[in-house]
């Protein structure tokens, strides 16, 4: 077990529907960052958090927002849900640089 | 612009074999490199980071600059380490990037 909760571990939804997905970082871990994983795409970057700032941000939808509040735990809120946004939706805490520990991800299937 | 590439899609090697799971990168600032590994049915794992110069499982990885390679290697692989092996690049803005990663079956 890496420390890393993500919930709910999986989430059926129609499309154009609004879900959001939660990461509870390891105990004491500044750092979030969230992933999109899917077949044809891969592991792609979303968006990294540090103490509640947004550090970087990569190929994130403008439908897609995050947030990480004062207890370090993170959000991730997608909108306007389509087919294609159906994955594997990870988040990673660290103390240092880089992800370093897993959440068991978020599947998300849009109907 | 920043990428990762892993060549390899699949790659099979005897047990008591070496194994080298290649890794390039494009990234035209100081890099960060790391190895991350997926067993089956498990959560992704940091494996090692080129900075820390570990080694981690008996797996070794040299940054060259030149090549601008972080090549995965270890001197005799083992049936558990058949896994799904991604590399991935920190930018200078905290964005980390991983290849499309490289699966490693270890033949007994």
């Known amino acids: 077990d890496s420390g890393v909760t993500q919930t709910p571990k999986h989430l059926i939804t129609a499309t154009g529907q609004r879900v959001t997905l939660r990461c509870s970082p390891r105990?004491?871990?500044?750092?979030v960052y969230w992933y999109q994983q899917s077949l044809d795409q891969g592991l792609q970057f979303l968006i990294h958090y540090y103490n509640g700032e947004e550090r970087a941000k990569g190929n994130i939808l403008e439908r897609f927002s995050a947030q990480q509040f004062p207890d370090l735990h993170s959000e991730l809120n997608l909108s306007s849900l389509e087919l294609g946004d159906s994955a594997l939706y990870f988040c990673?805490?660290?103390?240092?640089?880089?992800?370093?520990?897993f959440g068991q991800g978020t599947r998300l299937t849009v109907v | 612009a920043q990428r990762v590439t892993q060549p390899e899609k699949l790659l099979s090697v005897f047990k008591g074999a070496p194994v080298e799971l290649k890794c390039n990168y494009s990234y035209s600032g100081s890099p960060e490199l790391f190895w991350y590994v997926q067993y089956s049915r498990q959560r992704l794992q940091l494996l090692l980071r080129?900075?820390s110069r570990e080694s981690i499982k008996g797996f070794t990885a040299d940054l060259n600059k030149g090549e601008t390679s972080f090549h995965l290697k270890k001197p005799f692989a083992q049936e558990e380490d058949s896994a799904m092996y991604y590399c991935a690049l920190k930018t200078s803005y905290d964005k980390v990037i991983f290849g499309p990663g490289t699966s490693l079956s270890v033949i007994p």
């Open positions: 990673a805490s660290s103390p240092g640089t880089g992800p370093a520990f």
């Open positions: 080129h900075i």
């Open positions: 105990s004491g871990d500044l750092s």
